[in-house]
């Protein structure tokens, strides 16, 4: 039987946050570290980091969205996030982070810190309406509020990408889509961003006890994972396996069974399997992990006794037509798998044939790789990108991952993960060397 999306639900003492993790922690009187040019991201990071801290007043027309953003910071990692800390050396994805009825951004200390550590910057708006100290207006769920806010806060905070003065000035991918993630209430606001109230930003998405919002919008290409417990008395259980089901691949369910509506968000039962899965596919989807791709399985089922895994990690391609060809705007010529791949890439060719095809292959969070239609070969960064690319390669590996930037002028950039710099054409090989976008590390992405 169909799930009645608009099913009210009695949110009540039970569906509000009981357990409030406060920051306490002092302002910090260090300087902000220089931004980092956005060359620097070369792969997800391996190390964890401090976190910092910082507000902002900001608002969507006259509803106030006090927001405090979770980021990776400069100094020990382990302690309690302190207010204006230095950032931290390099350039960070976005993911966004919903808290539920009777919350704040403290209150969910267990799921937003997790990914500051890890290397996200996590924006955490207060909610006007269902924060702790409101009346609990959970109709701005329904209707679309929360949802918009949330696609409101993503908007400033992208923006401070390239405000002067501020300390995110060059530390934030805008490269890559962003993530977005809630729990009860805030999972529900999550999943309103792919189906009712669509944001064409999101690149990854994790619903924890949400119920279905609406039918998934074509203009939304996210990765999904929901995490649910099966014996849920606010959020249904089947309500998200609904949505589970309508979305399309790539996507995920961690079930954690005998479970209520928030046991496993805590520091007791199952924490560890959620937030490990958690992470790891905010990992994959933002910074094209496949290490974490692949152990994403043994995240969510390291106690198999308590928790259930089910997937389809399966990606479309980037383009509806997934066979292209690059035409350098330096020179307007089309970059050839020379010699049927045996020797470097070069732009140097007038017109299109089959050493001038390549299939792209959407590697997820805007990663792509790409596959010589002459030889069957994925095109390596040479040599950790010290040397020309060459189309030899049977699998996919970081020297094969690349970012593909869409630039504003309606050219593609491309950016090797293996060392942040961006792929450059000019009278000899392509070579993985630049720094910063200009005609050289522009190409035309042609069809067929």
């Known amino acids: 039987m169909a799930i009645d999306r608009r099913v009210f639900l009695g949110f009540g003492v039970a569906g509000a946050v009981a357990a409030v993790h406060a920051y306490g922690a002092p302002a910090a009187t260090a300087s902000p570290s220089s931004p980092s040019s956005p060359s620097s991201l070369a792969a997800a990071p391996t190390r964890r980091f401090a ?4 507000e902002y ?3 969507r027309g006259n509803r106030r969205l006090t927001t405090r953003i979770f980021y990776p910071a400069s100094g020990t990692p382990g302690g309690s996030p302190v207010v204006n800390a230095p950032i931290a050396d390099g350039v960070f994805p976005v993911c966004e982070f919903s808290h539920g009825l009777g919350g704040n951004p403290e209150s969910y200390a267990p799921l937003i810190r997790p990914l500051a550590e890890a290397g996200f910057v ?5 909610f006007p309406t269902t924060s702790s100290g409101t009346s609990g207006n959970i109709q701005d769920v329904y209707n679309g509020n929360q949802s918009r806010d949330v696609s409101q806060v993503i908007t400033n905070t992208l923006a401070l990408a390239t405000t002067a003065g501020d300390p995110f000035a060059g530390h934030l991918d805008t490269t890559v889509g962003v993530g977005v993630a809630g729990h009860s209430l805030g999972g529900m606001t999550t999943h309103g961003l792919l189906t009712a109230w669509p944001d064409s930003r999101i690149a990854a998405a994790v619903p924890f006890a949400c119920v279905d919002m609406g039918n998934p919008s074509s203009a939304v290409k996210a990765k999904v994972l929901f995490v649910h417990g099966d014996q849920d008395p606010i959020c249904q259980y089947s309500s998200a396996r609904q949505a589970y089901g309508e ?9 954690h069974r005998g479970t209520g509506h928030d046991q496993y968000i805590w520091s007791g039962y199952n ?4 937030v490990a899965t958690y992470v790891d596919w905010m990992r994959w989807s933002l910074y094209a992990d496949t290490v974490a791709r692949d152990r994403l399985a043994a995240d969510a089922t390291s106690n198999t006794s308590t928790t259930a895994w089910e997937s389809d990690l399966t990606s479309a391609p980037t383009d509806p037509t997934s066979v292209v060809s690059l035409r350098a705007r330096v020179n307007n010529q089309y970059v050839c798998a020379e010699n049927a791949g045996a020797d470097p890439l070069v732009a140097n060719r007038a017109s ?6 390549f299939d792209l292959v959407d590697l997820g969070g805007g990663a792509v790789a790409l596959r010589a239609r002459v030889n069957g070969r994925y095109v390596c960064a040479e040599n950790a990108g010290a040397g020309a690319l060459v189309a030899n ?9 690349f970012q593909l930037v869409r630039n504003s002028d309606g050219t593609v950039s491309l950016r090797a993960q293996v060392n942040g710099r961006y792929v450059s054409a000019g009278a000899g090989p392509l070579i993985a060397d630049g720094t910063a976008i200009g005609p050289a590390q522009s190409f035309d992405l042609v069809n067929g």
């Open 51 to 54: 976190i910092g801290v910082r």
């Open 57 to 59: 007043a900001w608002s």
């Open 122 to 126: 996590v924006p955490a708006p207060v």
């Open 247 to 255: 979305l399309p691949a790539p996507k995920a369910f961690l079930t």
């Open 271 to 274: 924490y560890t399997q959620t």
């Open 352 to 357: 299109v044939g089959d050493w001038e095809r």
């Open 393 to 401: 390669r049977t699998a996919v590996g970081p020297w094969e991952t």
